[in-house]
């Protein structure tokens, strides 16, 4: 078995997975979501030291696997150093006392096998991932051979998201909170203008779009900020779309999957499936439970990974907030 931990941002969570049929015996996470809400974002002092308390109280749960553990894995890049920090150093700390190899993990591998919890990983894939800090369009070939072909060059799908939900003051995160309130708002109310749309540029632009959403919401009166909300996700999810059909002039999609947390929005998924039809692309979703970070993607990843013999050193295993795809 594998134990496996996440602490790159606002989730504490743990899981147990065995090795050889990929089944997951044991997943507990503990979200800081109402702590963070209060400040309408993630502060990540404050973070860490929740997770310090947090991650020895599933550890504590772990116990009776613990004679059974061949590896002990962690997601060390990309995320807020300071609560990366945290789960690495747990993760060294149980290296060392139960002898068993280090396995250093990529949280964006991980949320590409969020989409394979207890099953085969098959590839290859076009994978759309957006979260709270990323918006990246990748193509996936194997464990070890993914290469980008988009990502935001300033903030990402969710994080415009939670921006947006600050401005309203609604609470953190904003992702769910701006989809309900969307739902009865008026798409095409607001003209806001598509990010990157002249440009021939395969990549993502958030900024520009916040911008324009802070100053409608200055001059709004409250009962404005449902069309508002569906105004701004239909133009956050049109600029994916924009830029994925550009892609799609040079590949044709396949297998398309969408992972990472604000893979849960309902119109981007909807919008999605109505771009992929044409092309009779089969769509692959990750259970909405492991959509948002968790330490069973972790495992996942680490099986392939402990199957490899892709181990890391207890010397050099480091964190780091930029991720290498
Ligand atoms: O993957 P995740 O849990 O953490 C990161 O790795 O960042 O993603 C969290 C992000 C937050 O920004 C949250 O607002 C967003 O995913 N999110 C959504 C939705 N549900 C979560 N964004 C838009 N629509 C949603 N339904
Ligand atoms: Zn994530």
């Known amino acids: 078995m594998i134990l496996s931990i996440e602490s790159s941002c606002d989730d504490s969570a743990?899981?147990?997975?065995?090795?050889?049929?990929c089944k997951l015996l044991f997943h507990k996470k503990i979200s800081q979501e109402f702590e963070h809400s209060l400040y309408g974002g993630v502060v990540p002092e404050l973070a860490a030291r929740l997770h310090a308390e947090a991650l020895p109280k599933i550890l504590?749960?772990?116990?009776?696997?613990?004679?059974?553990?061949?590896?002990?894995?962690?997601?060390?890049?990309?995320?807020?150093?300071?609560?990366?920090?945290?789960?690495?150093?747990?993760?060294?700390?149980?290296?060392?006392a139960l002898k068993i190899p280090?396995?250093?993990?990529?949280?964006?591998?991980?949320?590409?096998?969020?989409?394979?919890?207890?099953?085969?990983?098959r590839f290859p894939l076009t994978v759309l991932l957006?979260?709270?800090?990323?918006?990246?369009?990748?193509?996936?070939?194997?464990?070890?051979?993914?290469?980008t072909v988009a990502k935001s060059m300033d903030d990402s799908f969710g994080e415009s998201f939670d921006k947006v939900a600050k401005m309203m003051g609604l609470g953190y995160p904003g992702g769910p909170l701006i989809q309900e309130l969307a739902k009865d708002g008026d798409r095409k109310k607001y003209n806001f203008t598509l990010p990157l749309a002249q440009s021939s540029l395969l990549a993502f632009s958030y900024s520009g779009l916040k911008n324009a959403v802070r100053l409608a919401v200055e001059s709004a009166e409250k009962d404005e900020y449902k069309n508002i909300a569906a105004s701004f996700e239909h133009i956050a999810t049109g600029h994916i779309i924009n830029k994925l059909k550009r892609y799609f002039k040079t590949i044709t999609p396949q297998t398309?999957?969408?992972?990472g947390g604000a893979s849960a929005n309902l119109y981007l998924r909807s919008?999605?499936?109505?771009?992929?039809?044409?092309?009779?692309?089969?769509?692959?979703?990750?259970?909405?439970?492991?959509?948002?970070?968790?330490?069973?993607?972790?495992?996942?990843?680490?099986?392939?990974?402990?199957?490899?013999?892709?181990?890391?050193?207890?010397?050099?295993?480091?964190?780091?907030?930029?991720?290498?795809?």
Not at 291 to 309: L, P, T
């Open 14 to 21: 743990i899981a147990i997975t065995e090795i050889a049929t």
């Open 60 to 96: 504590e749960e772990c116990k009776p696997y613990f004679e059974h553990l061949k590896a002990v894995a962690v997601t060390s890049s990309p995320g807020l150093t300071v609560t990366l920090i945290e789960g690495v150093t747990m993760a060294k700390a149980i290296s060392v």
């Open 102 to 121: 280090l396995i250093g993990v990529n949280h964006l591998i991980g949320h590409i096998y969020s989409l394979f919890i207890e099953k085969e990983a």
């Open 130 to 147: 957006v979260s709270g800090g990323h918006t990246q369009v990748m193509e996936v070939k194997s464990l070890t051979e993914i290469t």
């Open 256 to 259: 398309f999957a969408i992972v």
């Open 271 to 325: 919008q999605i499936e109505l771009l992929l039809k044409p092309y009779h692309a089969s769509l692959l979703l990750s259970e909405l439970k492991y959509c948002s970070d968790n330490a069973a993607m972790i495992g996942r990843v680490a099986v392939e990974m402990y199957q490899k013999k892709m181990f890391s050193s207890l010397d050099t295993l480091d964190v780091s907030p930029k991720s290498i795809l």
